[in-house]
């Protein structure tokens, strides 16, 4: 694995270190990220909220190139949610500029790592400047065989059950499909992410507590990493803490452990 990052890290750098941890063969399908702090990095130093979501850019360059290296077959990022609505239009209108400028700046560099460009939520409700970038950067990589980037924009976990749902009834509704025949796949195959594997890690970054509406349905038996690091200061390092943290999980599913403990029975 560490051929993946020759150049990028020193040697005996603390990067090294904790890239040496990482279990390659045990490493998270689908990695999903919300990412908090913009606004209270840019108030610790006395600066508009929009340069923090301008510094936030950085963290999604190094968050991308670092889990295409580490093989992460999946990453799903909560870029703008169906609440966001609601922030001054000003703020608005500069976050849907960097989206933009980020894909112009990012597009040919994504393509030639082989990752294919996705979005989830309701993008047609988007401005037909943003759609024309989405549209080019899901076309140009639509070809590419290696990690999924799937962007969250104007999309909210309720919203995205709302809509698979709708889809589903219009579907029973003309096929005559009685309701108690309808199974969660039946469901999943309506959801925004189908065809994805559900996130294996959830991290979160700012140190809140809150799912904030994410990939509600998808993330039932995730592992949650919460990270005190601001979004526009996350790099590489705290990437790699998130999943050897995870790596350390016991994932039972609601079932036992693989490798389950001495039991201890307490006599009555």
Request: hydrophobic share 40%; with cysteine.
């Amino acid at each position: 694995m560490t051929s993946d990052f020759q150049g990028l890290i020193e040697p005996g750098s603390l990067d090294e270190q904790l890239l040496n941890q990482i279990d390659a063969s045990r490493l998270p399908r689908h990695i999903a990220v919300i990412m908090d702090g913009n606004g209270r990095w840019a108030k610790r130093r006395l600066l508009p909220r929009v340069a923090g979501h301008r510094a936030g850019i950085e963290a999604v360059r190094v968050t991308v190139d670092t889990c295409a290296r580490l093989g992460i077959k999946a990453l799903t990022l909560y870029a703008f949610s169906v609440e966001n609505w609601k922030r001054p239009p000003f703020e608005i209108e500069a976050l849907m500029t960097f989206l933009k400028e980020y894909l112009r700046k990012e597009l040919d560099n994504i393509h030639r790592n082989n990752i294919r460009f996705q979005t989830i939520g309701r993008i047609n409700e988007l401005d037909e400047t943003v759609h024309f970038e989405l549209r080019a950067a899901m076309n140009k990589t639509a070809g590419n065989t290696g990690m999924i980037l799937n962007v969250a924009l104007n999309y909210g976990g309720r919203v995205e059950m709302v809509d698979a749902f709708r889809l589903l009834l219009q579907r029973c509704l003309h096929e005559g499909i009685p309701p108690e025949s309808i199974t969660e796949a039946d469901i999943e195959h309506y959801l925004y992410t189908a065809g994805l594997p559900d996130p294996d890690l959830l991290i979160r970054t700012s140190g809140e507590m809150r799912i904030s509406n994410f990939l509600l349905w998808q993330i039932a038996y995730s592992e949650i990493y919460v990270t005190d690091v601001l979004w526009p200061d996350f790099r590489r390092p705290d990437l790699f803490a998130a999943v050897i943290n995870y790596q350390k999980r016991d994932r039972r599913y609601g079932g036992l452990s693989e490798n389950p403990q001495r039991e201890v029975v307490i006599a009555s």
